[in-house]
């Protein structure tokens, strides 16, 4: 399974950016799929989490409101809306792809077997 994220870039605060992950090697509608960032010097953290039918949604409080994940299944594509952007939002983010579809949406890094690598995001204050 590998992943490529695109769609990074520098913009303004209150801008926004879409981000995209492709995903090739499997059945994509198998996979949970997320998005993770992480900024210079912090850990990396959960954004927003798809499940596999996207028939459920998950996100950080950080970005609810802001952000919509979705995915398109019949282009192995999750994507990331990301509105109203914040300075606080700069970061690497990454997608990541859980396999575990029967279990229900989770957060942490550990669960997610395979990643993409990452793509900027810059927000000028």
């Known amino acids: 399974v590998q992943l490529q994220a695109s769609g990074g870039g520098l913009v303004q605060a209150g801008g926004s950016l879409r981000l995209s992950c492709v995903v090739s090697?499997?059945?994509?509608?198998?996979?949970?799929m997320a998005w993770f960032r992480q900024a210079p010097g912090k850990e990396r953290e959960f954004v927003a989490g798809?499940?596999?039918?996207?028939?459920?949604?998950a996100y950080a409080d950080s970005v609810k409101g802001r952000f919509t994940i979705s995915r398109d299944n019949a282009k192995n594509t999750v994507y990331l809306q990301m509105n109203s952007l914040k300075p606080e939002d700069s970061a690497v983010y990454s997608c990541?792809?859980?396999?575990?579809?029967?279990?229900?949406?989770?957060?942490?890094?550990?669960?997610?077997?395979?990643w993409g690598q990452g793509t900027l995001v810059t927000v000028s204050s």
């Open positions: 090697g499997r059945t994509f509608s198998y996979y949970h």
């Open positions: 798809i499940t596999g039918t996207g028939g459920t949604t």
């Open positions: 990541a792809a859980d396999s575990s579809s029967w279990m229900p949406l989770r957060f942490g890094t550990r669960q997610y077997e395979y």
